[in-house]
Protein backbone atom coordinates (compact mmCIF):
# COMPACT_ATOMS: atom_id res chain seq x y z
CA UNK A 1 0.00 0.00 0.00
CA UNK A 2 1.91 3.56 -0.94
CA UNK A 3 1.66 6.56 0.98
CA UNK A 4 0.64 8.28 -2.27
CA UNK A 5 -2.94 5.63 -2.32
CA UNK A 6 -3.63 6.61 1.54
CA UNK A 7 -3.31 10.01 1.03
CA UNK A 8 -5.25 10.27 -2.07
CA UNK A 9 -7.84 8.25 0.20
CA UNK A 10 -7.50 11.46 2.53
CA UNK A 11 -7.84 14.07 0.15
CA UNK A 12 -11.71 13.95 -0.48
CA UNK A 13 -14.40 13.65 1.47
CA UNK A 14 -17.80 11.12 0.86
CA UNK A 15 -16.23 7.86 0.82
CA UNK A 16 -18.98 5.11 1.16
CA UNK A 17 -17.32 1.92 -0.23
CA UNK A 18 -14.12 0.54 -0.20
CA UNK A 19 -12.24 -2.76 -0.88
CA UNK A 20 -8.31 -2.83 -0.17
CA UNK A 21 -5.98 -5.50 0.00
CA UNK A 22 -2.73 -4.93 2.17
CA UNK A 23 -0.35 -7.73 0.53
CA UNK A 24 2.21 -9.08 3.00
CA UNK A 25 5.50 -10.00 1.52
CA UNK A 26 8.96 -11.09 2.98
CA UNK A 27 9.48 -7.15 2.95
CA UNK A 28 6.91 -6.72 5.91
CA UNK A 29 8.53 -9.09 8.58
CA UNK A 30 11.87 -6.31 8.27
CA UNK A 31 11.02 -3.19 11.14
CA UNK A 32 11.76 -0.66 8.83
CA UNK A 33 9.38 -1.97 5.96
CA UNK A 34 6.94 -2.96 9.11
CA UNK A 35 6.87 0.81 10.27
CA UNK A 36 6.39 2.25 6.88
CA UNK A 37 3.61 -0.18 6.43
CA UNK A 38 2.16 1.08 10.14
CA UNK A 39 2.53 4.65 9.06
CA UNK A 40 0.66 4.19 5.96
CA UNK A 41 -2.00 2.60 8.08
CA UNK A 42 -2.30 6.11 10.33
CA UNK A 43 -2.70 8.23 7.55
CA UNK A 44 -5.00 6.03 5.92
CA UNK A 45 -7.44 6.16 9.82
CA UNK A 46 -6.64 9.37 10.09
CA UNK A 47 -8.70 10.33 6.51
CA UNK A 48 -10.97 8.16 7.18
CA UNK A 49 -11.82 9.79 11.08
CA UNK A 50 -11.36 13.32 9.43
CA UNK A 51 -13.18 12.98 5.77
CA UNK A 52 -15.65 9.69 5.51
CA UNK A 53 -17.05 9.15 8.99
CA UNK A 54 -20.18 10.36 8.21
CA UNK A 55 -20.43 8.71 4.86
CA UNK A 56 -18.19 4.99 4.77
CA UNK A 57 -20.78 1.84 4.62
CA UNK A 58 -18.72 -0.75 3.66
CA UNK A 59 -15.29 -1.62 4.74
CA UNK A 60 -13.46 -4.65 3.30
CA UNK A 61 -9.49 -4.48 4.65
CA UNK A 62 -8.01 -7.81 3.60
CA UNK A 63 -4.43 -7.51 5.62
CA UNK A 64 -2.33 -9.95 5.32
CA UNK A 65 0.38 -8.23 7.44
CA UNK A 66 -0.49 -7.93 10.95
CA UNK A 67 -0.32 -4.58 12.28
CA UNK A 68 -2.32 -1.46 12.06
CA UNK A 69 -4.15 -2.05 8.86
CA UNK A 70 -5.52 -4.70 11.54
CA UNK A 71 -8.51 -3.97 13.91
CA UNK A 72 -6.84 -2.36 17.19
CA UNK A 73 -7.36 -0.39 20.01
CA UNK A 74 -5.21 2.64 17.74
CA UNK A 75 -8.51 2.35 15.51
CA UNK A 76 -11.58 1.23 17.08
CA UNK A 77 -12.51 5.04 18.13
CA UNK A 78 -12.35 5.84 14.50
CA UNK A 79 -14.59 3.09 13.69
CA UNK A 80 -16.58 3.93 15.93
CA UNK A 81 -17.42 7.32 14.74
CA UNK A 82 -18.66 5.59 11.03
CA UNK A 83 -22.06 5.54 12.24
CA UNK A 84 -23.46 4.62 8.74
CA UNK A 85 -21.20 1.45 8.49
CA UNK A 86 -23.07 -1.71 7.82
CA UNK A 87 -20.74 -4.15 6.97
CA UNK A 88 -17.35 -4.44 8.02
CA UNK A 89 -14.24 -7.27 7.33
CA UNK A 90 -11.26 -6.68 9.08
CA UNK A 91 -8.51 -8.38 10.61
CA UNK A 92 -7.49 -8.38 14.03
CA UNK A 93 -3.87 -7.58 15.92
CA UNK A 94 -4.11 -9.01 18.66
CA UNK A 95 -1.28 -6.37 20.07
Given at each position: MSKAFVEYVG??????DLKLYVPNS????????ANHL???ADVFWGAIERNHWMTLRHLDLISRYEGEWCFSRN???TLRQCRKLVTLKIGVYAS
Open positions: SYSGLERWSRDPTINEHNAS
